[in-house]
């Protein structure tokens, strides 16, 4: 249960953050980006807001198939489909944070 409520909660807390001023990406990244500065920057802002969706978005589906894997006793394709989804959203943002503001930068240059 703690397994399944944890990622659920977690997911949770990523989602609402993005109907505050702030999601949870931008308020550790803005750093890298000139602190509070960065919040000023729609493309920024956008950028973070997408990923904390997507980030929300994966650790609700990871408690709901944790819940159905456990039940299952498949703990061992637990903590491998766990683990690769994680490290495969981290490769994601890695990518989509140096991909997507270019992207709309180049589409409102034009």
């Not at 919040?39 to 819940?67: C, D, E, H, Q, R």
Request: charged share 10%; glycine share 6%; net charge positive.
């Amino acid at each position: 249960i703690s397994i399944v409520t944890g990622y659920f909660l977690f997911g949770l807390m990523w989602l609402l953050s993005c109907f505050t001023r702030e999601p949870v990406c931008a308020a550790y990244v803005k750093y890298n980006y000139n602190g509070e500065d960065a919040l000023n920057n729609p493309i920024f802002m956008k950028t973070n807001y997408i990923l904390a969706v997507s980030w929300g978005v994966l650790y609700i589906l990871i408690a709901v198939w944790s819940w159905f894997l456990l039940h299952s006793g498949l703990t061992v394709l637990l903590q491998i489909l766990n683990n690769a989804a994680t490290g495969a959203m981290g490769v994601f943002t890695l990518w989509f944070e140096r991909w997507y503001p270019q992207y709309i930068a180049s589409r409102v240059v034009k």
